[in-house]
């Protein structure tokens, strides 16, 4: 029998092998949403952990791709290490990570991320870059002397996969594809034509 550690664990083994090839960026994905148009919408994400919960990755949820995530509760994760020739894509159902692991997370992160994450009023547009710079200014006065609290727009969500699929690129095209699904509350898994 498949159980979700299994793939995670299979997963994080070639995000090992991608850090071990010396990938800058091997936690780099591309994180594909539906827009409230309908729309297909997809820009890189940095993943924060993987583990028989979920993928979870951390985001200003007043963005667009905060809101479409709360609106639809539905995404896709690629991940490509083109060092190793490995690709694995994710999809499933988002939600919301606890209060208490955001704190957490965001408290582990660099003092400039967290009065970014105060000052940038993430896709939203701007009259100036000095604009910017004159809110990060404003929020390094306010927290010269303590430390930088959560913002309540900025949390984390955690995908809940029901499909993964690994690809291994080999010669002639003639790549390996393995699907696992998760159907009728049991994981399956077959081999797809590249």
């Not at 924060?48 to 809101?67: C, I, M, P, Q, W």
């Not at 994760?77 to 606890?98: H, N």
């Amino acid at each position: 029998m498949i159980h979700v550690k299994d793939l995670v664990d299979r997963f994080n083994v070639q995000l090992e092998r991608a850090r071990e090839a010396g990938i800058p960026e091997p936690t780099a994905m591309s994180l594909a949403t539906v827009g409230i148009d309908g729309r297909p919408a997809v820009r890189m994400m940095l993943l924060k952990h993987a583990d028989e919960h979920g993928f979870v990755f951390y985001t200003n949820l007043d963005s667009r791709k905060g809101r479409e995530l709360a609106h639809f509760g539905w995404a896709s994760l690629c991940f490509w290490w083109a060092a190793i020739t490995e690709q694995i894509r994710v999809d499933g159902r988002v939600k919301p990570v606890e209060e208490d692991e955001a704190d957490a997370y965001f408290a582990s992160r660099p003092r400039g991320s967290q009065i970014g994450a105060w000052a940038s009023r993430q896709s939203e547009p701007l009259a100036s870059r000095q604009e910017l710079l004159d809110r990060v200014a404003e929020v390094e006065r306010r927290y010269a002397d303590r430390p930088v609290p959560r913002p309540g727009r900025w949390s984390g969500f955690r995908l809940i996969p029901d499909r993964i699929e690994f690809w291994s690129g080999r010669p002639d095209r003639l790549h390996e594809r393995v699907e696992f699904r998760l159907e009728g509350g049991r994981w399956t898994e077959r081999i797809l034509s590249p």
